[in-house]
């Protein structure tokens, strides 16, 4: 029985400068990350810890950011084993593992520089092929192969390397394509992979996996910070894989229409108490989408700020638009027939419904108006029709309108 630890993406010294002056505080969650990796490391007693890639943002990073990283993994005394990934090639002599603070890591701190074979102990051994380039089109995982046929038969082979599972549609050309058979193509009893940041498990039968960032980075991978927990029994068993949460701070995403400005102030004030307890440890995005009118905007507006203060690291994308005035809605009509037949056909339901004809009505193509209908015209077009209008208010008809013009085409409006 081999048991393991396996990361990857870890990024470190990413400048997230879309964040301003807060990109310190999330390089350094990052570093806490780590620690946390490895006191887990300890605390779950595995074998050893592997980096499959990216262990670093660039080639470029300062030397004191590669002596933390050393430090915090040599201090788990777990024995750990960091490849290049295509963040973090091995080239150049001025790449970060060829530079002199790489060159002699801590004890316990190796680095896969070669496609080769490393006893790990417990009759296992890791295979790996880093990366020396930023992109490729050739698989990288086909050099674990030979590597791998190399080694007796009845031991334990981990794979490790770095790249995009071959997925149609999912991944470029030139990003590294890792054949979806690699483990068992290569005899390996797992392949531990990294470059996408979101977990990714279950290809080729349970025995290649991703990850995905330990500390997540973008709002949209809900099942990155964790690290992997790898467990084999013996040669030829399946790996039985358990995510170990690791991540320091959460991302979160607050969606919001302003569709309804009442009851989405509602609910942009109950979902973030809901992150309240949690703020200090939150880097939160609120979206702001929909066509609004001022008031109903400064209303969200109002309802969010006290709270939204609470959250240290926080962004206001707001990507609404004005609502449709009286004069845009007697220009949408007139450039556009289709629309204004339908608008001409809200119109004659708010009459028929409330016995009113909206404000700025305008006749339709064929000349006549909601208002020129008579209520014996009404019944006549009513009939046969299941609906009842004495529940439809002027509200019900103005979200119409508003609906219909949320959804015309950006260049129509
Ligand atoms: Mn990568």
Redesign the pocket.
Known sequence: MIRFLHSA?WQLGARFTQFGGHGARLREARLETLRRMASEAVRLEVDFVCIA??LFEDNQVADRLVADAFAILASSRVPTYILP???DPISGPDCVWNRPVARHPPVGVHILRNVGVTEVGHDAVLVASPLSQKHSTSDPSLALVAASAAVPAGRIRIGIT?GSPAIASLHQENDFPIALDAASRAGLEFLGI??WHNWLEGLDGGRILMPGTPEPDRFTNDAAGRVALVEIASAGALPRITPVPVATLDWKLIELDLFDTAATAASAAARLDALLPRAEATVLRIRLTGAVDPSGHAAVKAAMGPRIGRFPIHQVVDETRLAPGQADWIHLRSGHPLLAEVLSDIDRLEVLATGVAPPGEVPSGEGTTASDLTPIGARELLAGVQMDLSSLRPEHLAAMRHLLFQHLPEDAR
């Open positions: 993406d890639g990216d990934g295509n963040h770095h990294g470059h």
